[in-house]
């Protein structure tokens, strides 16, 4: 069982950052793989990062590649998500998600477990 709550969200301004963490419950972290997603109001929820359960690959959107990086702290049972050179098209729920699934998982519905959501607003 793996229960995620997303936090760090908030107001910034353009060009400016923020640090989004997900903290996870269970004993089972080390074995998910993560991933971040995003939703605007009246778009779909797109893919932004994923990181495996190792650690040792990470996965980007185009759209943030460059700008955001994803890392997580299985001793923490921690997992975040750097944003940078933020800009306001970036303005969106954020959440966390986990999968057993290994590989390249960029697909909503391929997580079985979410976070509630943390919103980001990014100001021009």
């Known amino acids: 069982q793996v229960q995620l709550v997303e936090s760090g969200g908030g107001l910034v301004q353009a060009g400016g950052s923020l640090r989004l963490s997900c903290a996870a419950s269970?004993?089972?972290?080390?074995?998910?793989?993560m991933g971040w997603f995003r939703q605007a109001p009246g778009k779909e929820r797109e893919f932004v990062a994923a990181?495996?359960?190792?650690?040792?690959?990470?996965y980007y959107a185009d759209s943030v590649k460059g700008r955001f990086t994803s890392s997580r702290d299985n001793a923490k049972n921690t997992f975040y998500l750097q944003m940078n050179s933020l800009k306001p098209e970036d303005t969106a729920v954020y959440y966390c998600?986990?999968?057993?699934?290994?590989?390249?998982?960029?697909?909503?519905?391929?997580?079985?477990?979410w976070g509630q959501g943390t919103q980001v607003t990014v100001s021009s």
């Open positions: 998600a986990a999968t057993p699934l290994s590989g390249s998982v960029v697909h909503d519905y391929e997580y079985d477990y």
């Open positions: 990181i495996s359960w190792s650690g040792g690959s990470t």
């Open positions: 269970g004993r089972t972290f080390s074995a998910y793989g």
